[in-house]
Nanobody, 124 residues
Framework: QVQLVESGGGLVQAGGSLRLSCAASGSTFNNYVAGWFRQAPGKEREFVAT????????RYADSVKGRFTISRDNAKNTVYLQMNSLRPDDTAVYYC?????????????????WGQGTQVTVSS
């Protein structure tokens, strides 16, 4: 079982930037995929981005392409989400998740470990 702890959320003005971190522990991650999801009030949880813990490959939701970047530091077992050009509709609780399915899935049901979430609020 993987334990995940997010940090880095906060309040930012539209057009600003934030970097979220997700520290992982409890397992080896060579075959894992790490993803970010978000959930706004009254809406379903939606996929944001995902990357492999080892090797290459990333995938993004269309709504964040060109603005968000997912990356990882394997030495620190940490995955990051750099968020630039933030918009009010990016406001949500952001969750880090880990999956052992082996591919860059955007389906939350494929992710079996979740962090507690971190709030991101973008003011207009």
């Amino acid at each position: 079982q993987v334990q995940l702890v997010e940090s880095g959320g906060g309040l930012v003005q539209a057009g600003g930037s934030l970097r979220l971190s997700c520290a992982a522990s409890g397992s080896t991650f060579n075959n894992y995929v790490a993803g970010w999801f978000r959930q706004a009030p009254g809406k379903e949880r939606e996929f944001v981005a995902t990357t492999r813990w080892s090797g290459v490959g990333t995938r993004y939701a269309d709504s964040v392409k060109g603005r968000f970047t997912i990356s990882r530091d394997n030495a620190k077992n940490t995955v990051y989400l750099q968020m630039n050009s933030l918009r009010p509709d990016d406001t949500a609780v952001y969750y880090c998740a880990a999956s052992d399915v082996g591919w860059l899935s955007a389906w939350s049901a494929h992710y079996n470990s979740w962090g507690q979430g971190t709030q991101v609020t973008v003011s207009s």
